[in-house]
């Protein structure tokens, strides 16, 4: 079975900006979960979406934002980008999106904000 | 002061040597997960445990509910083993979401 993926890799931007990140998970698995690592909060929570559905959210402002199709696939949107926003985005999948599935992290997106 | 708080924030061991990395809680959890991130940024998830302890090769992980505290063991460490490795409360349904991490304990083993 194919890992998670994610689109860019890469991606460099500028203040003001408007960014869109995707995220296909692990064939089957319906949960999704975005985060934010930066060298000085480490890792944050960001979202997480079921089945089209966004069921928990974390402590970042609205111009963080996300979605998720029918086949699972989800993106996140940052707009008015800020420097601050520069950091490694990782979404991670699991299977029904209970509490005891184990996640399965993409390789991430570096966001770099000038 | 952080919800989860990780001790030692570095750690340099020799080959073979048996490594301890602490992660203390504050808030209730359904779940507690070990995870291990390599240089590049990619992270595994190695354990989830909400009781006891579990072993996956040379990798040991333990958790005391009533304390608040759980320990990620290396026995006979390797260079391969040097990660930063996180630990993080699955709080469902809490105000920071679903995951809240630790700060990380990178782990360097010299041969």
């Known amino acids: 079975k194919a890992g998670v993926t994610q689109t860019p890799r890469y991606l460099i931007k500028t203040r003001g900006q408007q960014v869109t990140l995707s995220c296909s998970p692990i064939?089957?698995?319906?949960?999704v979960s975005w985060y934010q690592q930066t060298p000085g909060q480490g890792l944050q929570f960001l979202f997480e979406?079921?089945?089209?559905?966004?069921?928990n959210k974390g402590n970042f402002p609205g111009r963080f934002s996300g979605r998720q199709f029918s086949n699972s696939r989800s993106e996140m949107n940052v707009s008015t980008l800020e420097l601050g926003d520069s950091a490694l985005y990782l979404c991670?999948?699991?299977?029904?999106?209970?509490?005891?599935?184990?996640?399965?992290f993409g390789p991430g997106t570096r966001l770099t904000v000038l | 002061k952080n919800e989860v708080e990780q001790s030692p924030q570095n750690l340099t061991a020799q080959e073979g040597e048996f490594i301890t990395i602490n992660c203390s809680y504050s808030v209730g959890i359904s779940a507690l997960h070990w995870l291990q991130q390599h240089p590049g940024g990619g992270i595994v998830s190695l354990f989830m445990?909400?009781?006891g302890k579990k072993k996956h090769g040379r990798l040991i992980a333990t958790i005391n509910i009533q304390e608040k505290h759980s320990s990620l063991h290396i026995t006979a460490s390797h260079p391969r083993d040097s990660a930063v490795y996180i630990c993080?409360?699955?709080?469902?349904?809490?105000?920071?979401?679903?995951?809240?991490f630790g700060k990380g304990t990178k782990l360097s083993v010299k041969p």
């Open positions: 991670a999948s699991k299977p029904l999106g209970t509490l005891t599935d184990t996640q399965y």
């Open positions: 445990l909400s009781s």
């Open positions: 064939s089957g698995h319906r949960s």
């Open positions: 993080a409360a699955e709080n469902y349904g809490g105000s920071q979401g679903n995951l809240i």
């Open positions: 979406y079921f089945s089209e559905t966004q069921r």
